[in-house]
């Protein structure tokens, strides 16, 4: 009896899930199957993983590929390719991993979106070396897919894309091959190397007028000097982009001149360096980006005759400024007094008039006041009679 099996189901792409009938008529689906079942499905197939299969026959309903092939294998495992030695930080390189089942490589088109690769580094903390305080680095993956290094797309063989600009010294190579049916995993140590070569720029003495230099420096005891050859690329202040090439050193230590710049601003340089090591190794190397400024020089101060001009620009302007206030203050204080008089001249020709008016108004009433008494009587026209008295004594 098979302890275990794995079904490698390819499907048309998009189609849905295959549907499993067992030996005794149940189903199993992709959403619905017993805990012991792991089925992963993508859009061009299914990987479904059965503990303790019942014996007799099974049957696939959906839209499997015709003329595809129904794997059954009882064992997955990775086979993943050694990093070179010595392998060196900025490097690009190619290496290759794939699944093995039964021994033999899994061959099915979608199979790079069944299965999850991941590349880790993990520093070995060597005291001295440069990686000590990294810890796991993510680095890259493994795909199928026919782009960049990727040969052909579907062929089994995943190629990496792993970053090598990582600090140098001892680690792990761990990758991981995973999805909801299986995880595998291998880690093998190796060495990563600080770059066999370098670059820096050299900034001239006066820099307006000087040539802006690069000094390469390649290690001879790690590379063919004859065969090491530079690359750069100087982008620059508007739109500058200039190719800058060395084929072949002949020395250790050699300058390479960069055409004059005249634009004022920021530079930068990417550079590779393809080359081939004393062990006969080709390699292509990435070199870190250069930075250089082009700084405008300030002013020159001005001359003691142009000081004079300022300055007697400087007094004629606040002269100008100062007759321009002082007129202007003379028609103001001016037409306000020009106001005041004529108010004042207003007010008092207002008050003679209400004098005068009064003045009037208090005669007339006098006037009237005089016409209108009674005259007084003279003393002829008084009444001396003294009345008779009443005769008391009767």
Same mark, same amino acid.
């Given at each position: 009896m098979?302890?275990?099996?794995?079904?490698l189901i390819?499907?048309?792409y998009?189609?849905?899930?295959?549907v499993?009938?067992?030996?005794d008529?149940?189903?199993?689906?992709?959403?619905?199957?017993?805990?012991?079942?792991k089925?992963?499905?993508?859009?061009?197939?299914?990987?479904?993983?059965?503990?303790?299969?019942q014996?007799?026959?099974?049957?696939?309903?959906?839209?499997v590929?015709?003329?595809s092939?129904?794997?059954r294998?009882?064992?997955?495992?990775?086979?993943?390719?050694?990093?070179?030695?010595p392998?060196?930080?900025?490097?690009?390189?190619?290496?290759?991993?794939q699944?093995?089942?039964?021994?033999?490589?899994?061959?099915?088109?979608?199979?790079?979106?069944?299965?999850?690769?991941?590349?880790?580094?993990?520093?070995k903390?060597?005291?001295?070396?440069?990686?000590?305080?990294?810890?796991?680095?993510?680095?890259?993956?493994?795909?199928?897919?026919?782009?960049?290094?990727?040969?052909?797309?579907?062929?089994?063989?995943?190629?990496?894309?792993?970053?090598?600009?990582?600090?140098?010294?001892e680690?792990?190579?761990v990758?991981?091959a995973?999805?909801?049916?299986?995880?595998?995993?291998?880690?093998?140590?190796?060495?990563l190397?600080?770059?066999?070569?370098?670059?820096?720029?050299?900034?001239?003495?006066?820099?307006?007028?000087?040539?802006w230099k690069i000094?390469?420096?390649?290690?001879?005891?790690?590379?063919?000097?004859?065969?090491?050859?530079?690359?750069?690329?100087?982008?620059?202040?508007?739109?500058l982009?200039?190719?800058l090439?060395?084929?072949?050193?002949?020395?250790?230590?050699?300058e390479?001149?960069?055409?004059?710049?005249?634009?004022?601003?920021?530079?930068?340089?990417?550079?590779?360096?393809?080359?081939?090591?004393?062990?006969?190794?080709?390699?292509?190397?990435?070199?870190?980006?250069?930075?250089?400024?082009?700084?405008?020089?300030?002013?020159?101060?001005? &001359?003691?005759?142009?000081?004079? !001009?300022? @300055?007697? *620009?400087k007094?004629a302007? %606040?002269?100008a400024?100062? $007759?321009q206030? =002082?007129?202007f203050?003379?028609?103001?204080?001016n037409?306000?007094?020009?106001?005041?008089?004529?108010?004042?001249?207003?007010?008092w020709?207002?008050?003679? &008039?209400?004098?005068?008016a009064l !003045?009037? @108004?208090e *005669?007339?009433?006098?006037? %009237?006041?005089?016409?209108? $008494?009674?005259? =007084?009587?003279?003393l002829?026209?008084?009444?001396?009679?003294?009345?008779?008295?009443?005769?008391?004594?009767?």
């Open positions: 098979v302890g275990s099996m794995t079904l390819q499907r048309e998009g189609s849905a899930p295959v499993i009938v067992l030996p008529g149940s189903k199993w689906y992709a959403n619905r199957h017993p805990e012991t079942v089925w992963v499905d993508g859009i061009t197939g299914d990987i479904i993983y059965i503990e303790s299969p014996p007799g026959p099974w049957q696939l309903v959906g839209k590929v015709p003329g092939q129904l794997k294998v009882s064992k997955l495992e990775i086979e993943v390719q050694q990093l070179p030695q392998l060196f930080q900025g490097e690009e390189t190619k290496v290759v991993a699944l093995m089942g039964d021994a033999e490589r899994v061959r099915m088109p979608g199979l790079d979106y069944l299965v999850e690769w991941t590349a880790h580094f993990v520093s903390h060597r005291a001295g070396d440069e990686n000590f305080a990294a810890g796991d680095i993510i680095v890259g993956s493994y795909k199928d897919n026919g782009e960049k290094f990727d040969e052909r797309p579907d062929d089994g063989m995943f190629t990496s894309d792993i970053n090598l600009k990582q600090p140098w010294g680690y792990d190579f990758v991981q995973r999805n909801n049916v299986f995880e595998r995993q291998v880690s093998f140590p190796f060495t190397s600080p770059r066999p070569v370098n670059a820096e720029v050299i900034t001239p003495d006066d820099p307006l007028t000087g040539r000094m390469l420096h390649a290690d001879s005891s790690v590379l063919q000097l004859a065969e090491t050859h530079f690359s750069f690329e100087l982008v620059g202040p508007a739109g982009q200039l190719p090439v060395v084929h072949g050193l002949k020395e250790s230590d050699t390479l001149p960069i055409p004059p710049v005249t634009e004022f601003g920021s530079y930068r340089i990417k550079g590779t360096v393809a080359t081939t090591t004393v062990t006969g190794r080709e390699i292509l190397l990435d070199l870190p980006e250069l930075f250089f400024n082009l700084v405008q020089p300030p002013e020159p101060p001005p &001359s003691e005759e142009e000081l004079a !001009a300022v @300055a007697a *620009q007094a302007e %606040e002269e400024i100062a $007759k206030d =002082a007129l203050w003379i028609i103001t204080i037409a306000v007094l020009v106001l005041l008089g004529v108010a004042g001249l207003i007010f020709r207002k008050r003679q &008039s209400l004098a005068q !003045a009037a @108004a *005669q007339r009433m006098l006037d %009237e006041a005089g016409q209108n $008494k009674p005259e =007084a009587p003279s002829d026209e008084i009444d001396l009679t003294m009345p008779d008295e009443p005769d008391n004594r009767r």
